[in-house]
């Protein structure tokens, strides 16, 4: 059994927070937040931020052909359609959406938009995602792969002109997509 080496690192209002830990699989996760877009700004209210995307990295020991190839099967047995796979590395899709569950899992166990009167608006309303898998070598032969997850929530049954909420990832697709790539890479 190896251990992870899980790092996170986030932009707090000017402090930097890191928290290492460990857990069984064979792969160097890490995860670096970039600033925060500004979502609300007026001389009433303070200045709202929506969460930084993060992107969780691992190193595979396969050649980055294995692991391309490990990313696509990936992406087909979670049933998302690849939009996205170019030379550059990228695979993903940069707009589909799910609701209720996606990697066989509710929905509000990978991400948290907001409560209503009814509950986590995660259970019910539409969840458009973002999911993009970048692949590189490193110096040693390893290959890296980078996920970056992002995710907005409507309510379409108030209709679908309603503004997107903004969601935060629980790390839980990232996690995920990064196992099952590395399981596959690793046969």
Do not use: W
Request: proline residues 4%; positive net charge.
């Amino acid at each position: 059994m190896h251990c992870i080496r899980i790092r996170v690192t986030a932009v707090v209002v000017g402090a930097a927070v890191s928290m290492v830990g460990c857990a069984s699989t064979g792969t160097v996760i890490e995860e670096a937040a970039k600033h925060p877009a500004t979502i609300f700004q007026g001389p009433e209210a303070q200045t709202m931020y929506s969460d930084a995307p993060v992107s969780v990295t691992g190193a595979i020991p396969r050649p980055m052909a294995a692991v391309r190839t490990a990313v696509r099967q990936a992406f087909t047995d979670f049933s998302i359609p690849i939009t996205v796979d170019n030379a550059a590395g990228q695979t993903g899709n940069t707009d589909f959406y799910r609701t209720r569950q996606f990697m066989g899992r509710p929905m509000t166990e990978l991400v948290s938009c907001g409560s209503g009167i009814t509950g986590p608006n995660a259970a019910s309303f539409r969840i458009f995602m973002s999911l993009l898998v970048t692949t590189k070598t490193d110096a040693s032969g390893n290959t890296v792969v980078a996920v970056l997850f992002q995710a907005t929530a409507r309510d379409v049954q108030q209709g679908t002109s309603n503004d997107r909420l903004v969601c935060r990832s629980s790390g839980r697709v990232e996690q995920l997509l990064l196992e099952r790539i590395t399981t596959l890479a690793l046969k």
